[in-house]
Protein backbone atom coordinates (compact mmCIF):
# COMPACT_ATOMS: atom_id res chain seq x y z
CA UNK A 1 0.00 0.00 0.00
CA UNK A 2 1.24 3.39 -0.71
CA UNK A 3 2.57 5.94 1.86
CA UNK A 4 1.34 8.60 -0.17
CA UNK A 5 -1.97 9.94 -0.37
CA UNK A 6 -3.27 13.16 -1.47
CA UNK A 7 -6.39 14.63 -0.38
CA UNK A 8 -6.00 13.54 2.77
CA UNK A 9 -6.99 16.61 5.16
CA UNK A 10 -10.79 16.26 3.15
CA UNK A 11 -11.35 12.77 4.47
CA UNK A 12 -13.38 12.26 7.43
CA UNK A 13 -11.91 11.29 10.83
CA UNK A 14 -12.65 7.65 10.67
CA UNK A 15 -11.31 7.40 6.97
CA UNK A 16 -7.55 9.07 8.04
CA UNK A 17 -7.73 6.94 11.09
CA UNK A 18 -8.25 3.86 8.60
CA UNK A 19 -5.86 4.65 6.99
CA UNK A 20 -3.08 5.63 9.02
CA UNK A 21 -4.23 1.94 10.64
CA UNK A 22 -3.81 0.04 7.56
CA UNK A 23 -0.74 1.73 6.08
CA UNK A 24 1.32 1.84 9.13
CA UNK A 25 0.24 -0.76 11.49
CA UNK A 26 0.50 -4.95 11.33
CA UNK A 27 -1.76 -5.39 14.35
CA UNK A 28 -4.54 -3.45 13.14
CA UNK A 29 -6.63 -3.56 16.33
CA UNK A 30 -4.44 -3.31 18.66
CA UNK A 31 -3.45 0.10 16.86
CA UNK A 32 -7.29 0.92 16.71
CA UNK A 33 -7.42 -0.05 20.57
CA UNK A 34 -5.11 2.55 21.73
CA UNK A 35 -6.47 5.47 19.40
CA UNK A 36 -9.92 5.10 20.43
CA UNK A 37 -9.10 4.76 24.65
CA UNK A 38 -7.72 7.93 23.93
CA UNK A 39 -10.86 9.64 22.70
CA UNK A 40 -12.98 11.47 25.40
CA UNK A 41 -16.55 10.11 25.88
CA UNK A 42 -17.96 13.55 25.71
CA UNK A 43 -18.48 14.25 21.98
CA UNK A 44 -18.42 18.45 22.60
CA UNK A 45 -15.08 18.00 24.32
CA UNK A 46 -13.82 15.63 21.83
CA UNK A 47 -15.01 17.99 19.07
CA UNK A 48 -13.01 21.02 20.47
CA UNK A 49 -10.34 18.56 20.78
CA UNK A 50 -10.19 18.00 17.32
CA UNK A 51 -10.61 21.30 15.97
CA UNK A 52 -7.89 22.68 17.54
CA UNK A 53 -5.61 21.18 14.74
CA UNK A 54 -6.13 19.86 11.28
CA UNK A 55 -5.81 15.35 10.97
CA UNK A 56 -6.34 15.08 14.79
CA UNK A 57 -6.83 11.17 15.07
CA UNK A 58 -6.86 11.30 18.86
CA UNK A 59 -5.45 13.06 22.10
CA UNK A 60 -2.35 12.60 23.63
CA UNK A 61 -2.41 12.53 27.24
CA UNK A 62 0.39 14.15 29.67
CA UNK A 63 0.04 14.38 32.98
CA UNK A 64 -1.29 17.52 35.05
CA UNK A 65 0.23 18.11 38.21
CA UNK A 66 0.73 21.02 40.72
CA UNK A 67 3.14 22.30 43.03
CA UNK A 68 2.00 24.15 46.03
CA UNK A 69 3.48 26.79 48.72
CA UNK A 70 4.65 29.41 46.23
CA UNK A 71 4.82 32.48 48.03
CA UNK A 72 5.23 34.70 45.38
CA UNK A 73 5.43 38.94 46.73
CA UNK A 74 3.24 37.82 49.65
CA UNK A 75 0.81 36.10 48.23
CA UNK A 76 0.41 32.04 48.01
CA UNK A 77 -0.01 30.13 44.74
CA UNK A 78 -0.53 26.57 43.93
CA UNK A 79 1.44 26.19 40.34
CA UNK A 80 -0.04 23.54 37.76
CA UNK A 81 2.34 21.69 35.59
CA UNK A 82 2.09 19.70 32.37
CA UNK A 83 4.79 17.87 31.78
CA UNK A 84 5.77 14.06 31.59
CA UNK A 85 9.29 14.17 33.72
CA UNK A 86 9.13 12.62 36.63
CA UNK A 87 11.25 14.75 39.21
CA UNK A 88 10.01 18.39 37.80
CA UNK A 89 6.95 18.83 40.03
CA UNK A 90 8.47 17.38 42.82
CA UNK A 91 11.63 19.61 42.73
CA UNK A 92 9.35 22.61 42.28
CA UNK A 93 7.09 21.52 45.12
CA UNK A 94 10.20 20.82 47.50
CA UNK A 95 11.71 24.27 46.30
CA UNK A 96 8.23 26.30 47.11
CA UNK A 97 8.74 24.80 50.68
CA UNK A 98 12.27 25.92 51.53
CA UNK A 99 11.70 29.44 50.33
CA UNK A 100 8.48 29.45 51.52
CA UNK A 101 10.14 29.61 54.85
CA UNK A 102 12.39 32.17 53.78
CA UNK A 103 10.80 34.84 52.48
CA UNK A 104 9.20 33.53 49.28
CA UNK A 105 9.91 34.74 45.79
CA UNK A 106 10.06 38.44 44.68
CA UNK A 107 9.61 39.21 41.08
CA UNK A 108 8.91 42.07 39.20
CA UNK A 109 8.06 43.02 35.36
CA UNK A 110 10.95 44.85 33.90
CA UNK A 111 9.09 45.25 30.41
CA UNK A 112 6.36 44.23 28.08
CA UNK A 113 7.28 45.62 24.51
CA UNK A 114 7.32 43.03 21.60
CA UNK A 115 8.52 43.61 17.97
CA UNK A 116 7.49 42.67 14.60
CA UNK A 117 9.32 43.28 11.40
CA UNK A 118 8.45 43.54 7.65
CA UNK A 119 11.43 42.25 5.83
CA UNK A 120 12.19 43.98 2.51
CA UNK A 121 15.00 44.86 -0.19
CA UNK A 122 15.16 47.74 -1.78
CA UNK A 123 17.95 48.21 -4.19
CA UNK A 124 17.24 52.12 -4.77
CA UNK A 125 18.94 54.82 -2.91
CA UNK A 126 18.33 54.75 0.83
CA UNK A 127 18.04 58.66 0.75
CA UNK A 128 15.26 57.96 -1.52
CA UNK A 129 13.29 54.65 0.95
CA UNK A 130 13.95 56.68 3.97
CA UNK A 131 12.25 59.87 2.31
CA UNK A 132 9.20 57.91 1.40
CA UNK A 133 8.94 56.18 4.89
CA UNK A 134 8.76 59.25 6.69
CA UNK A 135 5.88 60.17 3.87
CA UNK A 136 4.01 57.20 4.76
CA UNK A 137 4.42 56.36 8.24
CA UNK A 138 1.14 58.56 9.18
CA UNK A 139 -0.84 56.09 6.53
CA UNK A 140 0.62 53.27 7.69
CA UNK A 141 -0.63 53.74 11.59
CA UNK A 142 -3.84 55.22 9.51
CA UNK A 143 -4.07 51.86 7.63
CA UNK A 144 -4.12 49.38 11.09
CA UNK A 145 -6.63 51.27 12.62
CA UNK A 146 -9.14 48.95 12.01
CA UNK A 147 -7.13 46.58 13.52
CA UNK A 148 -5.83 48.07 16.48
CA UNK A 149 -9.03 50.12 17.71
CA UNK A 150 -9.75 47.30 20.91
CA UNK A 151 -6.37 46.95 21.65
CA UNK A 152 -6.07 50.58 21.79
CA UNK A 153 -9.15 51.22 23.43
CA UNK A 154 -7.47 48.91 26.26
CA UNK A 155 -4.21 50.63 26.18
CA UNK A 156 -2.10 48.96 24.20
CA UNK A 157 -1.38 48.98 20.31
CA UNK A 158 1.85 49.97 17.95
CA UNK A 159 4.06 51.83 19.66
CA UNK A 160 6.51 52.84 16.84
CA UNK A 161 7.52 52.16 13.60
CA UNK A 162 11.14 52.53 12.30
CA UNK A 163 12.62 52.08 8.96
CA UNK A 164 16.15 49.83 9.95
CA UNK A 165 19.22 49.91 7.26
CA UNK A 166 20.35 46.14 7.57
CA UNK A 167 22.14 46.76 3.87
CA UNK A 168 25.50 46.08 6.17
CA UNK A 169 24.34 42.73 6.57
CA UNK A 170 22.38 41.80 3.62
CA UNK A 171 22.47 43.90 0.40
CA UNK A 172 19.52 45.82 0.00
CA UNK A 173 17.98 44.65 2.88
CA UNK A 174 16.02 46.83 4.99
CA UNK A 175 12.93 46.47 8.18
CA UNK A 176 10.17 48.26 9.16
CA UNK A 177 10.65 47.63 13.18
CA UNK A 178 7.53 47.90 14.76
CA UNK A 179 7.28 47.91 18.38
CA UNK A 180 3.84 46.71 20.26
CA UNK A 181 2.43 46.66 23.67
CA UNK A 182 -0.73 43.60 23.80
CA UNK A 183 -1.64 44.04 27.09
CA UNK A 184 -2.80 40.33 28.31
CA UNK A 185 -2.73 39.11 24.69
CA UNK A 186 0.35 36.63 23.59
CA UNK A 187 -0.74 39.16 20.55
CA UNK A 188 0.59 37.24 17.57
CA UNK A 189 -2.48 37.27 15.26
CA UNK A 190 -2.92 41.09 16.33
CA UNK A 191 1.33 42.08 15.61
CA UNK A 192 0.90 39.75 12.25
CA UNK A 193 -2.34 41.58 11.01
CA UNK A 194 -0.96 44.81 11.87
CA UNK A 195 2.48 43.75 9.47
CA UNK A 196 0.65 42.21 7.09
CA UNK A 197 -0.99 45.84 6.65
CA UNK A 198 1.96 47.91 6.84
CA UNK A 199 3.51 45.95 3.87
CA UNK A 200 0.56 46.50 1.95
CA UNK A 201 0.44 49.99 2.67
CA UNK A 202 3.89 50.42 2.16
CA UNK A 203 3.72 48.31 -1.01
CA UNK A 204 1.07 50.31 -2.73
CA UNK A 205 1.73 53.96 -1.79
CA UNK A 206 5.28 53.27 -3.43
CA UNK A 207 3.85 52.71 -7.08
CA UNK A 208 2.05 56.22 -6.76
CA UNK A 209 5.27 58.29 -4.47
CA UNK A 210 7.53 59.58 -7.77
CA UNK A 211 10.85 59.65 -5.47
CA UNK A 212 11.27 56.06 -5.12
CA UNK A 213 11.43 53.76 -7.63
CA UNK A 214 8.79 50.99 -7.09
CA UNK A 215 10.03 48.65 -9.34
CA UNK A 216 13.38 48.07 -6.68
CA UNK A 217 10.89 47.03 -3.71
CA UNK A 218 10.24 43.59 -3.29
CA UNK A 219 8.36 43.28 -0.01
CA UNK A 220 9.78 39.54 1.52
CA UNK A 221 7.78 38.78 4.58
CA UNK A 222 5.96 39.82 7.47
CA UNK A 223 6.61 38.35 10.59
CA UNK A 224 6.60 39.00 14.71
CA UNK A 225 10.13 38.08 16.32
CA UNK A 226 9.82 35.30 19.27
CA UNK A 227 12.92 37.67 20.62
CA UNK A 228 11.38 39.72 23.20
CA UNK A 229 14.10 40.87 24.90
CA UNK A 230 12.23 43.93 26.05
CA UNK A 231 9.09 41.24 27.43
CA UNK A 232 11.46 40.67 30.19
CA UNK A 233 10.60 39.71 34.17
CA UNK A 234 13.20 39.28 37.43
CA UNK A 235 12.40 36.58 39.77
CA UNK A 236 14.57 36.35 42.82
CA UNK A 237 14.72 35.06 46.23
CA UNK A 238 17.40 35.73 48.99
CA UNK A 239 18.34 35.26 52.76
CA UNK A 240 21.31 34.78 54.94
CA UNK A 241 23.92 32.60 53.91
CA UNK A 242 23.77 31.31 56.94
CA UNK A 243 19.80 30.18 56.73
CA UNK A 244 20.33 27.84 53.70
CA UNK A 245 20.68 25.15 55.85
CA UNK A 246 17.70 22.57 56.05
CA UNK A 247 16.69 19.11 57.09
CA UNK A 248 19.13 17.43 54.77
CA UNK A 249 21.94 18.81 56.73
CA UNK A 250 23.47 20.93 53.78
CA UNK A 251 26.23 23.54 55.81
CA UNK A 252 25.13 26.63 54.71
CA UNK A 253 28.48 28.15 53.42
CA UNK A 254 29.97 25.31 51.60
CA UNK A 255 26.68 24.86 50.45
CA UNK A 256 26.22 28.70 49.05
CA UNK A 257 30.03 28.51 47.56
CA UNK A 258 29.42 25.62 45.45
CA UNK A 259 26.05 26.60 44.50
CA UNK A 260 27.75 30.19 43.30
CA UNK A 261 30.32 27.67 41.12
CA UNK A 262 27.89 26.11 39.65
CA UNK A 263 26.04 29.24 38.53
CA UNK A 264 29.74 30.82 37.22
CA UNK A 265 30.22 27.49 35.28
CA UNK A 266 27.30 28.01 33.69
CA UNK A 267 28.25 31.48 33.03
CA UNK A 268 31.41 30.15 30.99
CA UNK A 269 30.64 26.80 30.35
CA UNK A 270 27.98 26.71 27.20
CA UNK A 271 27.72 21.99 27.45
CA UNK A 272 26.52 23.25 31.21
CA UNK A 273 24.91 26.31 30.44
CA UNK A 274 22.41 24.28 28.16
CA UNK A 275 21.96 21.85 30.39
CA UNK A 276 21.16 24.23 33.19
CA UNK A 277 18.75 26.50 31.12
CA UNK A 278 16.90 23.17 30.16
CA UNK A 279 16.45 22.82 34.03
CA UNK A 280 15.03 26.48 34.01
CA UNK A 281 13.34 25.53 30.94
CA UNK A 282 11.61 22.27 32.95
CA UNK A 283 9.71 24.62 35.38
CA UNK A 284 9.01 27.50 32.49
CA UNK A 285 7.79 25.23 30.14
CA UNK A 286 5.08 23.06 32.34
CA UNK A 287 3.55 26.47 33.46
CA UNK A 288 3.23 27.95 30.18
CA UNK A 289 1.85 24.31 28.54
CA UNK A 290 -0.77 24.46 31.72
CA UNK A 291 -1.85 27.89 31.03
CA UNK A 292 -2.47 27.69 27.31
CA UNK A 293 0.56 29.34 26.28
CA UNK A 294 3.22 28.79 23.30
CA UNK A 295 6.29 27.07 24.79
CA UNK A 296 8.01 26.60 21.06
CA UNK A 297 7.88 30.78 21.20
CA UNK A 298 9.05 30.73 24.70
CA UNK A 299 11.73 28.38 24.29
CA UNK A 300 13.09 30.27 21.11
CA UNK A 301 13.08 33.67 22.52
CA UNK A 302 14.90 32.28 25.80
CA UNK A 303 17.42 31.17 24.22
CA UNK A 304 18.10 33.91 21.81
CA UNK A 305 18.24 35.68 25.17
CA UNK A 306 20.86 33.49 27.15
CA UNK A 307 23.14 34.22 24.08
CA UNK A 308 22.82 38.02 24.01
CA UNK A 309 26.34 38.43 25.68
CA UNK A 310 27.54 36.86 22.01
CA UNK A 311 28.13 33.70 23.92
CA UNK A 312 25.47 30.97 25.42
CA UNK A 313 25.53 31.18 29.16
CA UNK A 314 23.47 30.52 32.00
CA UNK A 315 20.20 32.72 32.64
CA UNK A 316 20.04 32.39 36.49
CA UNK A 317 22.57 34.85 38.64
CA UNK A 318 23.90 34.47 42.42
CA UNK A 319 25.96 36.70 44.46
CA UNK A 320 26.78 36.67 48.48
CA UNK A 321 27.63 39.84 49.85
CA UNK A 322 27.42 40.94 53.54
CA UNK A 323 26.26 37.51 53.88
CA UNK A 324 23.40 37.37 52.14
CA UNK A 325 23.14 35.21 49.67
CA UNK A 326 20.76 36.72 46.73
CA UNK A 327 19.87 34.27 43.12
CA UNK A 328 17.76 35.36 40.44
CA UNK A 329 16.85 34.99 36.63
CA UNK A 330 15.79 37.94 34.19
CA UNK A 331 13.74 35.70 31.90
CA UNK A 332 12.03 36.92 28.43
CA UNK A 333 8.45 35.83 28.60
CA UNK A 334 5.87 37.00 26.00
CA UNK A 335 2.52 35.27 27.58
CA UNK A 336 -0.83 35.72 26.94
CA UNK A 337 -4.25 35.06 29.61
CA UNK A 338 -6.56 35.76 27.04
CA UNK A 339 -7.38 34.58 23.44
CA UNK A 340 -5.28 31.29 21.77
CA UNK A 341 -6.31 28.37 23.93
CA UNK A 342 -6.96 30.66 27.39
CA UNK A 343 -10.81 30.49 26.73
CA UNK A 344 -10.99 27.61 24.78
CA UNK A 345 -9.96 24.58 26.47
CA UNK A 346 -10.95 23.64 29.60
CA UNK A 347 -7.70 22.32 31.48
CA UNK A 348 -6.40 25.77 30.23
CA UNK A 349 -9.12 27.34 31.89
CA UNK A 350 -8.83 25.12 35.32
CA UNK A 351 -5.50 25.88 35.48
CA UNK A 352 -5.89 30.11 35.08
CA UNK A 353 -8.78 29.66 37.89
CA UNK A 354 -6.03 28.02 39.98
CA UNK A 355 -3.91 30.80 39.90
CA UNK A 356 -6.81 33.31 40.32
CA UNK A 357 -7.18 34.59 36.84
CA UNK A 358 -3.57 36.19 36.32
CA UNK A 359 -2.90 39.00 33.97
CA UNK A 360 0.24 38.49 31.58
CA UNK A 361 2.12 40.25 33.72
CA UNK A 362 1.38 38.43 37.12
CA UNK A 363 1.49 35.16 34.20
CA UNK A 364 5.18 36.05 33.62
CA UNK A 365 5.89 36.09 36.95
CA UNK A 366 4.64 32.94 38.17
CA UNK A 367 6.17 31.71 35.08
CA UNK A 368 9.59 32.76 35.91
CA UNK A 369 9.17 31.42 39.69
CA UNK A 370 8.50 28.22 38.47
CA UNK A 371 11.93 28.48 36.85
CA UNK A 372 14.20 29.87 39.52
CA UNK A 373 12.90 27.17 41.78
CA UNK A 374 13.50 24.57 39.36
CA UNK A 375 17.04 25.65 38.65
CA UNK A 376 17.32 25.94 42.66
CA UNK A 377 16.21 22.22 43.18
CA UNK A 378 18.76 21.21 40.32
CA UNK A 379 21.58 23.12 41.95
CA UNK A 380 20.77 22.21 45.55
CA UNK A 381 20.92 18.23 44.33
CA UNK A 382 23.82 18.45 42.25
CA UNK A 383 26.09 20.11 44.53
CA UNK A 384 25.08 18.24 47.41
CA UNK A 385 23.84 14.86 46.78
CA UNK A 386 23.80 14.25 43.10
CA UNK A 387 21.04 14.77 41.13
CA UNK A 388 20.28 10.63 40.71
CA UNK A 389 19.16 9.72 43.85
CA UNK A 390 15.94 11.87 43.78
CA UNK A 391 15.29 11.60 40.05
CA UNK A 392 15.62 7.96 40.52
CA UNK A 393 13.69 7.80 43.56
CA UNK A 394 10.69 9.58 41.28
CA UNK A 395 11.21 7.41 38.18
CA UNK A 396 10.76 4.02 39.89
CA UNK A 397 7.10 3.95 39.29
CA UNK A 398 7.91 4.53 35.88
CA UNK A 399 10.28 1.33 35.99
CA UNK A 400 8.11 -0.34 38.02
CA UNK A 401 5.38 -0.07 35.31
CA UNK A 402 7.59 -0.86 32.38
CA UNK A 403 8.17 -4.22 34.61
CA UNK A 404 4.34 -4.41 34.50
CA UNK A 405 4.24 -4.61 38.99
CA UNK A 406 0.79 -4.49 40.68
CA UNK A 407 0.00 -2.65 43.21
CA UNK A 408 1.05 -5.28 45.85
CA UNK A 409 4.60 -5.27 44.03
CA UNK A 410 4.49 -1.42 43.72
CA UNK A 411 3.79 -0.51 47.17
CA UNK A 412 6.52 -3.18 48.32
CA UNK A 413 9.23 -1.94 46.02
CA UNK A 414 8.43 1.77 46.69
CA UNK A 415 8.70 0.85 50.75
CA UNK A 416 12.20 -0.96 49.84
CA UNK A 417 13.48 1.48 47.81
CA UNK A 418 13.21 4.01 50.51
CA UNK A 419 16.76 3.00 51.84
CA UNK A 420 18.41 1.47 48.94
CA UNK A 421 19.35 3.06 45.08
CA UNK A 422 17.00 3.12 42.38
CA UNK A 423 18.79 1.47 39.58
CA UNK A 424 16.93 -0.36 36.40
CA UNK A 425 18.99 -3.32 37.42
CA UNK A 426 17.96 -3.09 40.83
CA UNK A 427 14.46 -2.49 40.37
CA UNK A 428 14.53 -5.66 37.90
CA UNK A 429 15.96 -7.61 40.35
CA UNK A 430 14.05 -6.61 43.48
CA UNK A 431 11.08 -7.67 41.52
CA UNK A 432 12.07 -10.73 39.98
CA UNK A 433 12.53 -12.29 44.16
CA UNK A 434 9.51 -10.64 45.01
CA UNK A 435 7.69 -12.51 42.52
CA UNK A 436 9.09 -16.00 43.32
CA UNK A 437 8.24 -15.54 46.79
C1 LIG B 1 17.00 17.42 34.06
O1 LIG B 1 15.78 17.45 33.38
C2 LIG B 1 17.44 18.83 34.39
C3 LIG B 1 18.83 18.94 35.02
O2 LIG B 1 19.80 18.29 34.19
C4 LIG B 1 19.14 20.41 35.12
C5 LIG B 1 20.57 20.73 35.55
O3 LIG B 1 21.47 19.92 35.31
O4 LIG B 1 20.74 21.84 36.07
C6 LIG B 1 18.88 18.27 36.36
Keep these: MSKNISGFSKKSKSEKINWVIDTYFKQHNSARTIIEQYWNSDKKLQQLHDEFIENTITNYYLPLGVAPNFLINGKNYTIPMAIEESSVVAAASKSAKFWLHRGGFK ?73 FETLDAMGANFINSCLEQFAQTFEEHAILFTEIDSEKLDIVMSI ?44 VEPYRAVTHNKGIMNGVDAVVLATGNDFRAVEAGVHAYASKEGHYQSLTKATIKNG ?67 HMKMHLMNILNQFHANDYEKKTLINHFKTTNVTHTAVNIALKKLREI
Design 107 to 179: TNVISTTKIGQVHLMYSGDFKDLKTYFTHIKSQLLTDTNVISRNMEQRGGGILDIELIDKTAVLENYYQLHAT
Design 224 to 267: LSNYVPNCLVRAEVSCLVSELNDDEDIQSHDFANKFLQAIRIAE
Design 324 to 390: VFRFWMDIPLALGTVGGLTNLHPLVKLSLELLGKPNAKELMQIVAVAGLAQNFAALKSLTTTGIQKG
